[in-house]
């Protein structure tokens, strides 16, 4: 049977299972990654590209977060499936992911510092040793956010996530591959 081209459309998503841990503190962009679908792309009643079929795509940013500020951001894209044997090229919307804000926990870590100092230095000197113990617990809190304050994005090994494609993927099938009824 001589095969088909059968177009899915734009905007169609494709659920795909990553083989290894993406992540902002390991991945840098242009990194290669691959996938499996996790469902068969149907058009017209045929699978057009099965589900297993092995994807490929890279990293665009990634981008861990400031010790104080500033969010992490980890923005990867599919380039290739393969289906019947040949690799064909698709084009997909970046799947990114971007950290929470800095701010709260900031605020609990310079704030926590400020009020415990605060309190140790007031109950030591009375109100000099207040505001003596205030601003060095806002110094040691301000220290201690600046240590642990990296944020990273990871998409964990064997995640399912879903990439949309922005042009339509046209493949060839044959005849006589799963038709559905």
Not at 69 to 94: I, M, Q, W, Y
Not at 158 to 166: C, N
């Amino acid at each position: 049977m001589r095969p088909v081209a059968i177009a899915v459309p734009a905007g169609s998503v494709l659920r795909v299972r990553i083989d290894q841990e993406l992540s902002t503190k390991y991945s840098r962009p242009g990194d290669r990654f691959t996938g499996v679908l996790e469902a068969p792309l149907v058009r017209e009643g045929a699978v057009v590209v099965p589900k297993g079929a092995v994807v490929s795509g890279h990293v665009l940013t990634a981008h861990p977060s400031g010790r104080l500020k500033g969010r992490a951001v980890l923005s990867v894209t599919l380039d290739t499936c393969r289906v019947s044997g040949r690799e064909v090229a698709l084009s997909t919307s970046p799947l990114t992911r971007v950290s929470g804000s800095h701010r709260k926990r900031n605020w609990a870590w310079i704030g926590g510092g400020s009020g415990t100092g605060g309190l140790v230095g007031g109950l030591v000197a009375g109100p000099v040793g207040f505001v003596a113990g205030a601003a060095s617990g806002a110094v040691a809190g301000t220290a201690g956010a600046v240590l642990t304050g990296k944020k990273e994005v990871s998409l964990p090994a064997e995640s399912v996530v879903g990439f949309t494609l922005r042009s339509p993927l046209t493949a060839p099938i044959n005849a006589r591959v799963s038709f559905r009824s």
